[in-house]
DNA sequence: TTGAAAGTTGACACTTTGGTCAGCTTTTGT
DNA sequence: ACAAAAGCTGACCAAAGTGTCAACTTTCAA
């Protein structure tokens, strides 16, 4: 029989898939759905865009894969926010860990972001039941801090809100942001510097004054 | 001579640019620069395609009168940040305005998020630069208010940004806002609880306690 | 070594797109 | 009333787009 070694034989597919992929999260990010032509992708991942249409049998395809790989790696940052830890610390890591996962994944945000801008027309029913999931469980804990005395009653999805808006902010909007702190680029400390802030506002707007 | 009475002929070249720019808005937001087709413009506005092309000479020229219209429109929000004012009141009024703005020019809030997301590319030097400055003067009143010892000393770059995020999320991210809110679609009582969550946190983040 | 599966690709078919144009109708100052 | 300007539009391109395919090369278990 002619099936190839396992390792080596997913080799090539998962080579030429990821880079694909990786073309077509850049790709998507700047130019949208209706934007992106296949060519683009086939050029910037240097196949030939026959090849792509052997792994990937239409543009939809190739976007609902990125947009699936990306919800599976999304719920990571929001783990910080768990009954056992204080508020305090949970959204002083919370914030931290959504401003660095952004930065480090610029094009996939922007990717969700512009999906999100477009409608969501390819975010499936389970996709959206899964994100009202997990805010919900999250709102839970909140509830619980609010409950307990250890933070004052802010409305716990608005407040989700105001920091998933403020994180994603900043690599979404980078054009903007650049202008508004007048820098030619954002670097490792600019998002430092935004972690604090935010950090600290919202931790003085949600706790009880000491 | 054949020139047309000055108010009738502006009427129908009024309208139907107008025609035009508001089919423009909402499919330049849904699709993006790239993802748009004048003929989809065209069927929106009611008019025959080649109709658009006598008004406008390109996409991009529809595209970019968009944008221009949206700036000179967009500071207005921002007349609430005066030196005049005291803190608490003018981040109250700047919130509710930021968010009934983009409540009530829906289309014209995510087509600018998506010119912004897709890089900037039809921001002029100028735009930003303009964009900058308003910032600049802003930045001043709240730099001014910290040193009255009416505020915390908070970065008012990343304050701003805070805000400007908080605010468009609503209208920009509306399908991730509504499966946030487990709402079937944000209505004016949502706005007003974002606002008044918003204002609330803000304000306890950024003022001297009592 | 071999042959069947996997991978590759230039060339093609078909559709959609941005943009043009020639000739039509409507409007309007005189 | 009338001519010139303004407005309108069906039909048309060239270019660019998506997706297909038949024939080729590479890989690898037996």
Redesign the interface.
């Known amino acids: 029989m002619a099936r190839a070694a396992r390792d080596p034989e997913e080799r090539i597919r998962e080579r030429n898939m990821r880079l694909i992929i990786k073309a077509g999260i850049e790709i998507f ?8 032509r296949i060519a683009e992708i086939a050029e910037a991942s240097g196949l030939p865009k026959a090849n792509v249409y052997y792994y990937f049998s239409s543009k939809e395809e190739i976007y609902t894969a990125i947009i699936a790989h990306l919800l599976a790696s999304w719920d990571d940052a929001l783990k910080y926010i768990s009954p056992e830890r204080e508020p305090a610390e949970a959204f002083k890591l919370y914030i931290k860990a959504k401003l660095e996962y952004t930065r480090k994944n610029m094009a996939e945000s ?1 990717l969700f ?2 999906e ?5 027309r390819f ?1 499936s029913r389970k996709d ?1 039941e899964h ?2 999931q997990v ?2 469980t999250h709102v839970a804990v909140v509830e619980g801090w609010i409950a307990a005395g250890k933070m ?1 009653p ?2 716990p ?6 920091l ?3 994180t ?3 690599s ?2 980078e ?3 650049v ?4 820098k030619p680029r954002l670097k490792a400390d600019d998002y430092e ?2 972690a604090a ?2 950090t ?7 706790l009880r ?1 000491p």
Chains 1, 2 share one sequence.
């Open positions: 990010a700047r130019k949208g759905f209706d934007g992106t922007r972001a512009s999100i801008i477009q409608g969501a975010l959206r994100i009202r805010t919900d004052l802010v409305d999805r608005h407040l989700f809100i105001m998933w808006a403020s994603q902010f900043y979404d909007f054009p903007v942001a202008d508004a702190l007048k510097k935004a802030t935010i600290e506002t919202i931790l003085r707007g949600i004054q």
